[in-house]
Each structure stands twice: as C-alpha cells, then as structure tokens.
C-alpha cells in the first residue's frame, strides 16, 4: 500500500506562484511513477504532470513553461512548482501514484487541496 498526504494551495493572484507537497508513506519502494491531477468544477480531472521513478517527465500542454514537477527521494516527497498562475488554473489538485505489487498495478490517491486563481 501506499499513501499520499499532499500540502500546499491555497489562493492566489494570478501571474503568482504556489508549490504543491505530496508526501508519500508505505510501500514506495514499488512506486512506478507519481503525478499531479487537477479538476475544476464541471469538468473532468485531467493529468497536469508526471514523473517516473527514472525521473522522465511529462505535463499538460497547458501548464508547460508554467508548472515544473519535482521529486526529493530522500523525503519521499513530490512537488509541483506553479508559476505565472492564471484563473483557469483553479482547481481542486490531487496527487497520484502508481505502484506495483506481485504484478499488479495499483494507484493511490492524495487528498485533494484547493488551488483559487484569482484575476
């Protein structure tokens, strides 16, 4: 198993920065790669940016030159650095990992935290 606690959002001016925490605990050893997903109101969640355990990543082409995934091995911990946010960044953000066990995968998911782009 394996669990996510995610920190960070919060309101912001829009052209202003946040940065998003997630914590992972458990069985991280079998984590295949993490990611951070967003949903506005009324739409679907959608994938914002990935990395995997070899470090590859890849974003939304919405959020490309603005966002930068990050991760710290030593505390287990994956960030999203948001950078010259706009209103249509507004979402409620999740973190997400998928991990194997005996040959199956599996995904987790964090609480989600509030992320309010004002104009």
């Known amino acids: 198993q394996v669990q996510l606690v995610v920190s960070g959002g919060g309101l912001m001016q829009a052209g202003g920065s946040l940065r998003l925490s997630c914590a992972a605990s458990?069985?991280?050893?079998?984590?295949?790669?993490m990611g951070w997903y967003r949903q506005a109101p009324g739409k679907q969640r959608e994938l914002v940016a990935a990395?995997?355990?070899?470090?590859?990543?890849n974003y939304a082409d919405s959020v490309k030159g603005r966002f930068t995934i990050s991760r710290d091995n030593a505390k287990n911990t994956v960030y999203l650095q948001m950078n010259s946010l706009k209103p249509e960044d507004t979402a409620v953000y999740y973190c997400n990992a998928e991990w194997t066990s005996l040959g199956t995968t599996f995904r987790s998911w964090g609480q989600g935290t509030q992320v309010t782009v004002s104009s």
């Open positions: 458990g069985s991280i050893f079998t984590i295949n790669a």
């Open positions: 990395i995997t355990s070899g470090g590859s990543t």
